[in-house]
T-cell receptor, first 111, second 118 residues
């Protein structure tokens, strides 16, 4: 079946470096994508979203890129900080009735 | 107030018990959600309420019974659970997107209830 997945289950970066977290999706009908950050013991926290009619969206220190040709979504975090250490999930919505989360990537920031 | 609160934080229950999880938000959101999250796994959607009506039930067993008594509150009633139901149960809320017949706007999640079924 169609699903959301991630290329890398873990990512370790040096503080101050840029991080890139990737996500592959296979449902071409998905029209809305979201990145969430989940810290230990907490619920997921919205980071940034993008609609399927866009290919790039920027927030504060974060950028989401959407490549519909290859069904790929990425989250770029600039100047990664220790507080960015968490599990990052992409999620896709298709139609009004379904939202699926990807498997998650654990980001570890080394001081 | 951009907080979603959930009670209790932790719950241990036997397989014959009846318990309820509670969720509350005061952001004026008209969509509320229950998710189940097993350890090291992504959240899995269980139920969606839109304008206090159940709009999505992701084939969840009947031992889980959701209730939305008003626009601020969401409950999940538990009865005759199995040990494999042990998980983190997350509540979320969002605006209902304009022009949308469904939900799934930017969701705000609560901290979850850690449920253990013995």
């Amino acid at each position: 079946g169609e699903s959301v997945g991630l290329h890398l289950p873990t990512l370790s970066v040096q503080e101050g470096d840029n991080s890139i977290i990737n996500c592959a999706y296979s449902n071409s009908a998905s029209d809305y994508f979201i990145w969430y950050k989940q810290e230990s013991g907490k619920g997921p926290q919205f980071i940034i979203d993008i609609r399927s009619n866009m290919d790039k969206r920027q927030g504060q220190r974060v950028t989401v890129l959407l490549n519909k040709t290859v069904k790929h979504l990425s989250l770029q975090i600039a100047a990664t900080q220790p507080g960015d250490s968490a599990v990052y999930f992409c999620a896709e919505k298709f139609g009004n009735n379904d939202m699926r989360f990807g498997a998650g990537t654990r980001l570890t920031v080394k001081p | 107030d951009t907080e979603v609160t959930q009670t209790p934080k932790h719950l241990v229950m036997g397989m014959t018990n009846k318990k309820s999880l509670k969720c509350e938000q005061h952001m004026g959101h008209r969509a509320m959600y229950w998710y189940k999250q097993k350890a090291k796994k992504p959240p899995e959607l269980m139920f969606v309420y839109s304008y206090e009506k159940l709009s999505i039930n992701e084939s969840v067993p009947s031992r889980f019974s959701p209730e939305c008594p008003n626009s601020s509150l969401l409950n999940l009633h538990l009865h005759a659970l199995q040990p494999e139901d042990s998980a983190l149960y997350l509540c979320a809320s969002s605006q209902v997107p304009t022009g949308s017949g469904g939900a799934f706007g930017e969701q705000y999640f609560g901290p979850g209830t850690r449920l253990t079924v013995t």
